[in-house]
C-alpha cells in the first residue's frame, strides 16, 4: 500500500489510533518569529504522514485580527513584522516593557476581538481549536467557547517555559495546556490545570525531518559544503530572521586563528549574508540564507551558537549539538529560562554576551569537553511532534479508548 512504502521511506516514529470518523481542527499560528508556523507545520505533516482522518486548517492568526492591529494602523507595519525587525537587530533590551504595553493594548480590546474571531468561528465550524501563539489565549478560549461550548481548545506552549501573567496559561478550565517540560508543568498546575486539562509532552514540537533516519555521515556533509571534513564544526543560527550579532561571533573567533569552522546560517537576513560573503576570513565558513536544511546543516556541526530560543534549543538537542548561549538583559524574558535549563541539564556553556564568545569556544574545545556534553545531549529524548497527535485524538470525537493502538515503528537517529 501506499502508506507503507512512504513510512518505509521515511522511517518516522508514528502511533496511530483508529477512529470511527473525521475531525475537523483549526491551528492558530503566527508569524513573529518562525517557531509558531514551524509548530503549526509539523503537527499538520505528522498528523497527514500517520494518516490521521483529520482535516487540519492553518489559519494565520494576524490576518484574522489586522484591522484590530493598532501599531499597524500607526506605523503601517504589522505586528509580527516589528517583532521581526527587533529580533533581526538585535534591538531586544527591554523587550518585557514592550510586551507588558502590548498585553494591556489585548486587554484592552478583548471584547471586540472576542466577537471578531467568534464570527470566524461561526463561518468555519470545526471539532477542536488549537492554538501555538502566546498573549492572546484568553480572547481565543472565550471566543471559541461562546460558539462551539464542550469543543476543546488546547494551547500548545511553544517556549519552554511560561512567562506570567497572561503569556501562554490562561487560569480557564477551557483552556487545554500541552506543556513541553518540567517548569511549564508546574506553572499550568499552580494556575489550576488537572489531567483533565493538562498534557505532559516529552520536549518541544519538532518538524518530522529533525527524527529521519540519516544516511549521510557528518564528514561527507562537510565535504559538500566545502569544509574540512575532520575540523570541530559550529553552527551559529539565530532563527529564520538572523542577527547581525553574527558577523560580531565571527570576526571575534576569525581574529583567535582556533582550530574550527564554522556554519552561518543567516536566514532571511540577505544583507548579513551578503556582508559575511564580502570580507575574507581566516576561518573556513559555510554561508547561507534561508534554507529548509537546517536539519541537516545540524548534522555537519559538532555545536551551536545561537540565541536560546525553544526552537534553535530543541533541534540542537535533537541533533545531539551541545549549545553556546547567552542570558544578560537583551534576552527575550520568555526564552530567560531556556538558559537555566541548559546549566540544568548541562548541554552547554551560557555566557553574559556574545560579546566575549572565544572563551566559551575554547573552553569547549578543550580535550572531553565536548564528548561529556554530547552525552548529556544525548540522554534527553523528545518524542512530542509523536505524542501530540495521540492525545489531541482522545479530546476527538469517535475515539475509543479502549481499542489497543496500531502502530507503525522505526526509530530516531540522533
Known amino acids: 500500500m501506499a502508506w507503507a512504502v512512504l513510512f518505509r521511506n521515511m522511517k518516522f516514529l508514528c502511533n496511530t489510533t483508529v477512529m470511527s470518523g473525521p475531525g475537523k481542527i483549526h491551528v492558530l499560528f503566527h508569524d513573529a518569529g518562525g517557531g509558531h508556523r514551524n509548530a503549526a507545520v509539523a503537527l499538520k505533516t505528522v498528523c497527514e504522514q500517520q494518516i490521521r482522518p483529520w482535516e487540519i486548517n492553518l489559519v494565520q492568526f494576524q490576518d484574522l485580527t489586522d484591522h484590530l492591529d493598532i501599531l499597524r494602523r500607526l506605523t503601517g507595519i504589522r505586528i509580527q513584522e516589528q517583532y521581526n525587525v527587533l529580533l533581526r537587530n538585535g534591538w531586544t533590551w527591554g523587550s518585557e516593557y514592550l510586551l ?91 494556575l489550576g490545570k488537572t489531567e483533565k486539562n493538562l498534557f505532559r509532552a516529552s520536549g518541544m514540537i519538532l518538524r518530522p525531518e529533525f527524527y529521519a533516519e540519516q544516511k549521510e555521515t557528518p564528514p561527507a556533509i562537510r565535504k559538500e559544503l566545502g569544509l574540512d571534513e575532520t575540523l570541530p564544526t559550529a553552527i551559529v543560527l539565530f532563527g529564520g530572521y538572523g542577527s547581525n550579532a553574527m558577523y560580531d561571533i565571527v570576526e571575534q573567533l576569525d581574529a583567535e ?18 556582508k559575511l560573503h564580502e570580507k575574507t576570513w581566516n576561518l573556513p565558513l559555510h554561508i547561507v540564507g534561508f534554507t529548509r536544511e537546517v536539519n541537516r546543516l545540524m548534522r555537519a556541526a559538532d555545536f551551536l551558537i545561537g540565541k536560546p530560543g525553544p526552537g534553535s534549543l530543541a533541534e540542537a538537542m535533537i541533533s545531539g549539538l551541545p549549545v553556546v548561549v547567552e542570558c544578560n538583559s537583551s534576552t527575550l524574558p520568555q526564552e530567560r529560562f531556556n538558559t537555566e535549563w541548559v546549566t540544568e541539564k548541562r ?68
Request: proline share 8%; with cysteine.
Open 100 to 190: 507588558r504595553i502590548l498585553q494591556l493594548t489585548i486587554r484592552i480590546f478583548h471584547k471586540p476581538m472576542v466577537r471578531l474571531l467568534a464570527n470566524y468561528w461561526r463561518g468555519h465550524p470545526a471539532d477542536l481549536l488549537i492554538s501555538v501563539i502566546p498573549h492572546f489565549n484568553r480572547q481565543i478560549a472565550e471566543s471559541w467557547n461562546s460558539v462551539y461550548p464542550g469543543h476543546p481548545f488546547v494551547t500548545i506552549i511553544t517556549d519552554m517555559a511560561d512567562f506570567p501573567p497572561r503569556f501562554w496559561i490562561e487560569p480557564v478550565a477551557e483552556q487545554i495546556v500541552v506543556a513541553g517540560s518540567e517548569r511549564a508543568e508546574e506553572q499550568a498546575r499552580n
Open 257 to 274: 586563528h582556533l582550530p574550527l569552522q564554522m556554519i552561518l546560517v543567516c536566514g532571511k537576513n540577505e544583507r548579513l549574508a551578503a
Open 347 to 414: 548541554v552547554g556553556i551560557v555566557i553574559k554576551s556574545f560579546g566575549n564568545v572565544v572563551p566559551a569556544v575554547k573552553e569547549l574545545l578543550e580535550p572531553g569537553k565536548l564528548p561529556a556534553l554530547k552525552r548529556n545531549v544525548r540522554a534527553l529524548q523528545n518524542r512530542a511532534v509523536f505524542e501530540i497527535p495521540e492525545f489531541l485524538s482522545s479530546l476527538l470525537p469517535g475515539h475509543d479508548k479502549s481499542q489497543p493502538e496500531q502502530t507503525v515503528a522505526s526509530r530516531t537517529v540522533n
